[in-house]
């Protein structure tokens, strides 16, 4: 069965050029991974909808991707430039949406406390990596046609100044 016939999932495929800092791992459409400073690009993004249970998506990926890297939520929330409360509720969500841990948290103490990610958590990023791969795999070739026709938008848009902010009174 292909990976767009799984009934009551709606997968919302988002197209963005990105110019700024990517604030995690990208899948590009030619599959490699870029983190970091990158150039202009343009990349496809998935987000899951199961019915009336949440959704997940790349940003809820990445986070269970640095917990399990740094062993630590409040770790992966900074890494992400977002409050520990926030990073939190995203976990809280993932695991409603999936009806049970994602992660597992141990509290301080002589080694101090920790997270990481429950089995569960893991097939979860596995499987939505997953789908991410084909769906890149499967629209590279409509992707690139649909970039083609911003060329000459590009080509006739002047460059945009950076703004620089305002002095604070």
């Given at each position: 069965m292909?990976?767009?016939d ?7 495929i988002?197209?963005?050029r ?17 983190t ?10 998935i987000r ?17 991707e ?14 992400m430039?977002m ?6 509720l995203l976990?809280?969500?993932?695991e ?7 992660i597992e948290t141990?509290?301080?103490g002589?080694?101090?406390?920790g997270?990481?990610?429950?089995n ?8 939505y990596?997953?789908?991410e791969?084909v769906?890149?795999?499967a ?8 970039v ?5 938008i590009?080509?006739?848009a ?8 305002r002095?604070?009174?």
């Open positions: 292909p990976w767009y799984i009934r009551y999932l709606v997968i919302f988002l197209i963005s990105i110019v700024e800092r990517q604030s995690g791992p990208v899948i590009t459409l030619d599959g490699s991974h870029v970091g400073q990158s150039a202009a690009m343009t990349r496809l993004m899951i909808d199961l019915d009336d249970h949440g959704s997940f998506g790349p940003g809820k990926a990445h986070l269970l640095l917990i399990d890297e740094l062993a630590s939520l409040r770790q992966a929330a900074s890494a430039e409050s520990y409360r926030q990073a939190w976990i809280k969500a993932a409603s949406t999936f009806g049970a841990p994602l141990t509290t301080g002589a080694r101090g406390g997270s990481r990610l429950t569960l958590g893991r097939e979860v990023v596995a499987r990596r997953a789908i791969a769906a890149n795999r629209a590279k070739s409509d992707v690139a046609e649909l083609k026709l911003l060329e000459p590009n080509a006739a002047t460059p945009r100044r950076k703004l620089r902010p002095a604070k009174s």
